[in-house]
């Protein structure tokens, strides 16, 4: 049976996860006005398709009063099962991921049929594929890069939340595709988050997946090395930006944007990055947003020699950058909308539960909805981590600020279940 949670067991769910097992606490309707003789009673087939009939959106359930078969089943087995100890969170040729958990796409009211992991997967291929190809000295078609980015995009709207979380979902190689893939992905969620058009939101994921191309010509010993990097070394880093350039200008029909955004993502509005050492007249909206962008997901990427800082972190360094390193309307802008609890980050409840932010809507940006990992009173990690919903909820838990997953040694990734 799943822990004793008190008030917090009962959780909000979309009819369409019901399942017989289930203990409906609440239908939200007055006892007159359903068919049921009880108000709280145990679900089974035939009461689900009553519900269902009801037209109801959500009704409350209780995860201590419910059978363990029908709490396992609704959250699925990728994350009621304990943490592992790999480290691989993503395995590129093994589709392990695909449809494992409904807490994902599916359980949070997503589209199932956007599939966010595969999305993500397929695009990592495919920039993989576009990098080894470059160095290879083979063309770039942006037919296919735009198919990826239409895919990205239409994830984006059914599911931005778990499209950001699974930018922290990576193996620890491939550092660059997976990075590019997420730059073109947060380039996008930007994008749209200040209201571009879609022709323009394509364009930026484009600019995105392709800014590090250059690096394609920088050996992976010195893209991965730990330590610090001679100044040799980091003169050969610092060249990509014009070698992904001058590579993109030798392409056919490549957008002068996407050849802008891999040339100057570097450049700081100080005028203290390179290659020119440009200053904020200079530059672009696009380039400025590509620069925050790119930060942010190196400083959260978990590295072959760091896990990386949690996204809270992330925006901390950006908004320490306004008007130095980033334009300073724009980083605000980004903070929005990555929002106040970014997906992924570890957070403290006033009943002193350590939850993962899952989602985080716009109009009740500061009661995100949790997972529930770990009971600091009883000073231990919970084996069935459940969904708290803060901004469903009736009770008086409110997030009371971050955590340090480390601290913990919880790694919120896991818990993503996408
Ligand atoms: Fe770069
Ligand atoms: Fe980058």
């Known amino acids: 049976m799943v822990a004793n949670r008190g008030e917090s067991s009962r959780i909000q769910i979309d009819v369409c996860y019901l399942r017989p097992g289930l203990y409906v606490t609440d239908l939200g309707v007055h006892w007159a006005k359903h068919p049921f003789l009880k108000n709280q009673f145990e679900l089974d087939a035939q009461s689900i398709l009553k519900i269902r009939g009801m037209e109801l959106k959500k009704v409350e359930i209780d995860l201590d ?55 993500t997967r397929e695009a990592r291929r495919f920039v993989r594929g576009m990098l080894e190809g470059a160095r290879a000295g083979k063309s770039i078609d942006m037919k296919d890069v735009n198919s990826v980015t239409e895919e990205i995009y239409s994830s984006l709207c059914t599911n931005k939340n778990a499209m950001l979380a699974l930018g922290r979902v990576r193996s620890l190689d ?16 930007f994008g749209r988050y200040l209201e571009m058009d879609h022709k323009q939101v394509q364009l930026l994921g484009a600019a995105g997946l392709l800014h590090d191309i250059g690096k394609a010509f920088v050996p992976e010993h010195i893209l991965l ?3 610090r990097l001679s100044n040799e070394e980091y003169k050969t880093i610092k060249a990509h930006p014009s070698k992904g ?45 590509a620069a925050i962008v790119d930060v942010y997901d190196a400083v959260t990427a978990v590295r072959a020699y760091h896990r990386g800082k949690p996204p809270a972190g992330g925006l901390k ?21 990555i929002g ?4 992924g980050s570890l957070v403290r409840t006033n009943a002193d539960q350590l939850g993962i932010v899952l989602e985080c809507t716009a109009h009740e940006p500061s009661r995100p909805m949790l997972r529930v990992v770990y009971d600091i009173k009883r000073d231990k990690k919970l084996t069935s981590p459940y969904i708290l919903d803060l901004g469903e909820s009736a009770s008086k838990l409110q997030v009371v600020g971050y955590e340090d997953p480390e601290k913990w040694s919880i790694k919120p990734e896991k818990y993503l279940g996408y």
């Open 174 to 189: 491939g550092y660059t595709y997976q990075h590019s893939v997420n730059v073109g992905v947060l380039m996008m969620a």
């Open 245 to 289: 350039a001058q590579l993109l200008r030798g392409q056919q029909g490549i957008h002068p944007l996407i050849v802008e955004v891999a040339e100057k993502h570097h450049e700081r509005v100080d005028g203290t990055g390179y290659p020119f050492r440009l200053e904020e007249k200079q530059l672009r909206r696009e380039v400025m947003m």
């Open 65 to 119: 009063r419910s059978s363990p078969d029908a709490v396992r089943d609704l959250y699925g087995p990728a994350w009621v099962a304990e943490e592992d100890d790999s480290d691989n969170a993503e395995s590129e040729s093994e589709p392990a991921h695909e449809d494992t958990s409904l807490t994902g796409a599916k359980g949070l009211g997503g589209s199932a049929k956007a599939r966010p992991g595969k999305v």
């Open 317 to 337: 360094v950006i908004i320490d950058g306004k008007g130095t390193h980033f334009n300073a309307e724009l980083a605000y802008d980004f903070v929005r909308c």
């Open 340 to 343: 106040v609890y970014p997906v």
């Open 225 to 227: 090395k730990p330590d």
